[in-house]
């Protein structure tokens, strides 16, 4: 198994939350397609070069049932 150690993922919170949501959300609305649909399309393709750079095949679940929204009280304005 591969560590990603370099960077710290709370590092990126602020990419995620002023440009990757609202890129997303953008594309919803202008495709008039629900979100969940977007990122579903868009998780296999990101899970391949997950699993292309960093992440065996065992480890990209363990992730997922890892990983953690923070509360709507620490979401950025306007994500609320």
Do not use: W
């Amino acid at each position: 198994m591969s560590l990603y150690t370099a960077h710290c993922v709370a590092d990126h919170y602020a990419f995620i939350f002023s440009q990757l949501f609202p890129l997303i959300i953008g594309y919803t609305r202008a495709s008039n397609t629900p979100s969940e649909v977007v990122v579903l399309v868009c998780f296999p393709s990101l899970t391949k070069v997950l699993q292309a750079k960093i992440l065996c095949h065992d480890t990209l679940p363990q992730c997922i049932d890892g990983a953690r929204q923070p509360t709507i009280h620490e979401a950025p304005e306007g994500l609320h």
